[in-house]
Every structure is written in structure tokens, then in C-alpha cells.
């Protein structure tokens, strides 16, 4: 069992910045790729981004690419996500997720989930 809990949400106008973090406990946390997650109102949730157990490998959707970072602190069982230049359409709950597998884009293949964090960008 893994939990988590994600932080650093809240209120930014468009363009600025914003880093989420998400704290785990339970199983041992540098054995998973970690994933964050975005579902806007009325969308569906998608995929932001994604590293490897070891940091090494990250991937990023297409909309988020240039302006979002992922990272993660093996020592503090945390994984970031650095957020600028931010847009109204970046607004939604932002989940963060635990894998067993490699560095997937795919929802179906996180097994543990946080509760989310409320991002909202005004224009």
C-alpha cells in the first residue's frame, strides 16, 4: 500500500508559476514511477507527466512540455511538479500516482493515487 498526499495547489494568474508536491508513505517509494494527472471540470482526467523510479527518464504531454518539470527526491519520498507559465486552461485537480511500471502515460497502469490539489490559473 502506498499513500499519498499532494500540495502546493491554489490561485495564480496566468503566466505565473506554481510547484505541486506529492508525499508518500507505505511501500518503498524509489521502487515506482510516479505520475501527475490532471481532470479540468467536465474533462476527463489526463496525463501530465511521468519519471522513472530513478529520475533518470521523464515524459511529458504535449501540452504541458516546456513549461512543466517533473522531479523527485528519493531521500524525502516526494515528487515535484514545477509549473510556469501557466494558462486558464492548465486550471483542474492535479493528482499524483504511483506505477510499477517503466515511465507509462497511461492512467490504467498507476495502482495508487492521491486525493488531488486544486490548480486554478485566471486570466
Known amino acids: 500500500q502506498v499513500q499519498l498526499v499532494e500540495s502546493g495547489g491554489g490561485l495564480v494568474q496566468a503566466g505565473g508559476s506554481l510547484r505541486l508536491s506529492c508525499a508518500a508513505s507505505?511501500?518503498?517509494?524509489?521502487?515506482?514511477?510516479m505520475g501527475w494527472f490532471r481532470q479540468a471540470p467536465g474533462k476527463e482526467r489526463e496525463f501530465a507527466a511521468t519519471i522513472s523510479s530513478s529520475g533518470e527518464r521523464t515524459y511529458y504531454a504535449a501540452s504541458v512540455k516546456g513549461r512543466f518539470t517533473i522531479s523527485r527526491d528519493n531521500a524525502k519520498n516526494t515528487v515535484y511538479l514545477q509549473m510556469n507559465s501557466l494558462k486558464p486552461e492548465d486550471t483542474a485537480i492535479y493528482y499524483c500516482a504511483a506505477s510499477q511500471y517503466g515511465v507509462p502515460a497511461d492512467s490504467r497502469a498507476y495502482k495508487w493515487w492521491g486525493q488531488g490539489t486544486q490548480v486554478t490559473v485566471s486570466s
Open positions: 507505505g511501500r518503498t517509494f524509489s521502487a515506482y514511477a
